[in-house]
Structure formats: structure tokens, C-alpha cells
């Protein structure tokens, strides 16, 4: 059973900047594609950034050039860094781990961790 436990959420003010980190347990983070999805309140989970295996991203329109995602293996840890933060951008954000295995698709997911964007 993989576990993912995120921090580095809290309170900033809009154009400010926070790093949210994920660290995962077990032995498959290095395999995986790693992912950060937000979900503010009434609005359904999105998927904000994503870094595969063998390191390439993608991010969602409204966060590029403002956000970036990275891995350490050696770590079991992926990283968002969030610069110029908008209010919008106020939400829990969840890390995901996510595989193939023997053909099926497995989705692990952090607790979430807050990020609040205000003045």
C-alpha cells in the first residue's frame, strides 16, 4: 500500500508564492506518474500538473508559466512550486500517484493539504 502525505500549503497573499511537497512510501514512486489536483469549494477536482517517469510535465492552461511540478526519486518526493498566486488558485491541493499495473490503471491520493490565496 502506497501512502502520500503533502505540506507546505497555507496562507499567502495574491502574487505571492508557496512550494507544496509530496512525499511517498513503498517502492513504486520512481515508476510512477505523479500528479497535483486541486478542487476548491463547489467545484469539482482538476487536474493541475503532471510529471511521468521519465520526467516530462504538463500543466493545466491556467497555471502555466506560473507553476512548476518536479520530482526527486532519490526522495520519493514531488514538488509544485506556485509563484504570482492568484485568489482563484485558493483550493485543497491533492497529490496523486498513478500506474499501470498488468494492464490496469492504480490512482493513490494524499490527504490534501490547503492553499489559501487572499490579502
Known amino acids: 500500500q502506497v501512502q502520500l502525505v503533502e505540506s507546505g500549503g497555507g496562507l499567502v497573499q495574491p502574487g505571492g508564492s508557496l512550494r507544496l511537497s509530496c512525499v511517498a512510501s513503498g517502492n513504486i514512486f520512481s515508476a510512477s506518474t505523479m500528479n497535483w489536483h486541486r478542487q476548491a469549494p463547489g467545484k469539482q477536482r482538476e487536474l493541475v500538473a503532471s510529471?511521468?517517469?521519465?520526467?516530462?510535465?504538463d500543466y493545466a492552461e491556467s497555471v502555466k508559466g506560473r507553476f512548476t511540478i518536479s520530482r526527486d526519486n532519490a526522495k520519493n518526493t514531488v514538488y509544485l512550486q506556485m509563484n504570482s498566486l492568484k485568489s482563484e488558485d485558493t483550493a485543497v491541493y491533492f497529490c496523486n500517484l498513478r500506474r499501470r499495473f498488468f494492464g490496469m490503471r492504480q490512482d493513490y491520493w494524499g490527504q490534501g493539504t490547503q492553499v489559501t490565496v487572499s490579502s
Open positions: 510529471v511521468t517517469s521519465s520526467s516530462n510535465t
